[in-house]
């Protein structure tokens, strides 16, 4: 077994760069067992144990200062069963690369997030989720599970095993044990036609319940300062594949939406008050486009300008009142906004912890440029979003506690009793654990 470092000093540092853990080892097991032992060998210390993937989770929810797991080599597909359409792939595999080995086989995950850089197990235990009228989270696709647990034993969990623990370590937070396989749900690889366009934020709110229901998956950003969004549609299609030329590509996706989006933060935080003029001008930078092609290449985008993040689910029926306070709060406050608020929706699922358990949810996303202070805008959007018994991404940046998820999840107490069970000496905890789901 391996022992890596992410900094010459040990420290560790998520990517959005808010977050940094200095742990007392960090080890990179090549096998179930190995991981296994490593828990074991944490326990008989005296430390705590936390996996982390990539570090695209923008809370502590991987921080320690005990026992950090890296399971870069904890990868691959184990198992693909053309039978059952499962795929079973080991919990370090990049979603990146599990997209495009599904894709040589002919296969595809139903839905996806906006990005693919996470692990499959960072994202499905932080309740990563993309955008669909019928088609949930990422999460929600999976028909099985494998856990390690504080005492060390491998414990296999799906709705006929374990099925209390499958209903909530699919969405776990990294506090029931540490995931090393998952079984996902696949289907034949089929084709999605994006229409991207601009249309009026009072126009999509408007319509929003019609611009839902007509589109399998429906989201748009909206631009702070403007009253303008760009709107994106994504509907199966037979085809023929059009995909994005390479040039047309490389000019919107690199050099617009990365490029020189990059260069227009870099000056709204060095001159704030230029905000304002920048969102007019990036509302309009971005034309309208159709696209055919595999979903991974539909569903999500290269993100290389970095930024902090926070997301609540609101109930769908709640959206556009979220949107109209978030607006208008940013109006009146005078803050200067660079980045634009993203919007999706989710149907409910049955995961204990998940956003979406139990109700149709919208997602409501703001974002701040890396370096820019956001503490006033989240806190005023939070307060909006809490208003409307919102509930945060458990990856993303928010300030509740256990005392609030216990009133906005119905299932709140199924969960800590589990981890009472599985967990009786907090192993797994962390002082984000702590917060969250209380001692």
């Known amino acids: 077994m391996s022992t890596t470092a992410s900094a010459k000093n040990g420290t560790w540092r998520n990517w959005g760069g808010n977050v940094s853990a200095r742990p007392a080892r960090q080890v990179t097991p090549a096998s179930v067992e190995e991981l296994a032992a490593a828990v074991c060998r ?8 936390k996996a982390v993937g990539t570090g695209h989770s923008f809370t502590s929810i991987a921080a320690t200062d005990g026992v950090l797991i890296r399971p870069q080599l904890l990868t691959g597909i184990r198992n693909i069963d053309r039978n059952a359409m499962t795929v ?3 919990a370090g595999t990049p979603l990146k690369r599990l997209n495009t080995a599904l894709a040589r086989e002919g296969l595809s995950l139903t839905n996806m997030g906006d990005i693919m850089e996470q692990t499959v197990s960072g994202a499905t235990s932080t309740g990563t989720h ?3 009228r019928e088609s949930a989270s990422i999460a929600a696709q999976i028909r099985a599970l494998e856990l390690v647990t504080a005492d060390g034993s491998v414990l296999s969990c799906s709705e006929k095993e374990n099925a209390d623990v499958f209903a909530a370590a699919r969405t776990g937070l990294g506090a029931l044990g540490v995931v090393t396989a998952i079984t996902f749900a696949v289907e034949p690889l089929f084709l999605l036609t994006a229409r991207e366009e601009p249309m009026p934020f009072e126009r999509v709110l408007a319509e929003f319940d019609e611009l839902w229901a007509e589109n399998e998956h429906f989201e748009f950003y909206w631009f ?18 059009q995909p994005v030329g390479q040039l047309a590509g490389w000019f919107e996706d690199e050099f617009l939406s990365n490029g020189v989006f990059q260069v227009a933060q870099w000056v709204g935080r060095a001159a704030p008050a230029a905000v304002p003029a920048i969102a007019r001008i990036s509302s309009k930078a971005l034309s ?13 985008s290269p993100r290389r300008v970095r930024f902090v993040e926070m997301e609540y689910a609101v109930p769908r029926a709640a959206l556009a009142e979220t949107l109209r306070e978030l607006k208008a709060m940013v109006e009146r406050s005078g ?25 149709d949810s919208a997602y409501v996303a703001v974002h701040m440029f890396r370096g820019t202070p956001y503490q006033a805008y989240f806190t005023a959007a939070e ?23 216990a009133e ?13 069970r599985l967990d009786p000496e907090r192993l797994f905890q962390n002082d984000y654990l702590r917060r969250v789901l209380g001692a």
Not at 42 to 49: F, T
Not at 341 to 358: C, F, M, N
Not at 383 to 404: L, Q, S
């Open 88 to 90: 079973t792939v080991e």
């Open 130 to 132: 993309g955008t669909g």
């Open 42 to 49: 944490a326990a008989e210390d005296g430390l705590k144990v």
């Open 288 to 300: 309208a486009r159709t696209y055919t092609d595999i979903p991974y290449k539909v569903f999500t």
């Open 408 to 420: 906005v999840y119905p299932r709140f107490g199924e969960f800590t009793a589990l981890r009472d």
């Open 335 to 359: 803050m200067r906004v660079s980045f634009p608020v993203e919007v999706r929706t989710a149907p409910a699922d049955d995961i204990t912890l998940s956003t979406a358990s139990g109700r």
């Open 224 to 241: 702070p300062h403007t009253g303008n969004t760009n709107t994106k549609r994504n509907n199966r299609s037979t085809g023929p594949e």
């Open 383 to 405: 307060r909006i979003f809490t208003a409307h018994e919102g509930r945060p991404h458990w990856g993303k940046v928010h300030t509740r506690d256990a005392e609030y998820f």
